[in-house]
C-alpha cells in the first residue's frame, strides 16, 4: 500500500498491568494489511512485564511508541 497516498491511522492503546495480553494486542496490529499507522501504548505504570514486553517491539518497530505515567484520573 502507497504510505504517500494513505493516511497514517494512530492507534492508541491504554494499559495497566496488562504484561498478559499487551503482545497479543501489539502483534494483532502488526498483522494489518494497512501499513500507515503508528501505535501509541500509555502504559500506567504497570507492575508487571508489561513495560519490558513494549520496550522489545518499540525497538523492532519504530511505528511502535511507548509512554508510562502514573495515572492521573480524569
Known amino acids: 500500500m502507497n504510505t ?3 493516511p497514517k491511522i494512530s492507534i492508541i492503546v491504554p494499559s ?11 502483534l494483532s496490529v502488526l498483522k494489518q494489511r494497512y501499513s500507515n499507522w503508528e501505535l501509541l501504548i500509555q502504559d500506567a505504570c504497570s ?3 508489561t ?3 513494549c ?5 523492532r ?12 484520573g480524569f
Open 47 to 49: 507492575s508487571d512485564q
Open 16 to 26: 495497566f498491568n496488562q504484561g498478559a495480553y499487551i503482545e497479543h494486542t501489539i
Open 51 to 53: 513495560e519490558e514486553v
Open 55 to 59: 520496550r522489545a517491539y518499540t525497538e
Open 4 to 6: 504517500m497516498s494513505s
Open 61 to 72: 518497530d519504530k511505528r511502535i511508541f511507548f509512554f508510562r505515567e502514573k495515572d492521573k
